[in-house]
């Protein structure tokens, strides 16, 4: 496996971006963050330095529909790419 990823929970934590995050590694798993502000922050600093910032996967819909799936998407995307 190549494919590596470092975990931030709770809220974005530059001090374990810093030491755990390398050169090749795939991204990050995210997850349970309590703020717009430390998502922001994520993107910002995933973007900085692999130039890609993405969402493969939404909890909250795992059960619902495919247009409730698409909308919650939607949403979070919207909301990662504000200026």
Sequence with gaps: MKNFMIGQYGGFDQAKYA??????????EACLFESEEDIQILSF???????????F?????????????K?????VVSRCLRG
């Design 71 to 75: 909308q919650s998407f939607n949403h």
């Design 45 to 55: 600093w995933m973007i900085a330095s692999t130039g890609m910032f993405g969402v």
């Design 19 to 28: 030491r755990d995050f390398k050169e090749g590694f795939y991204g990050i």
């Design 57 to 69: 996967m939404i909890r909250e819909t795992m059960f619902g529909s495919k247009s409730t799936q």
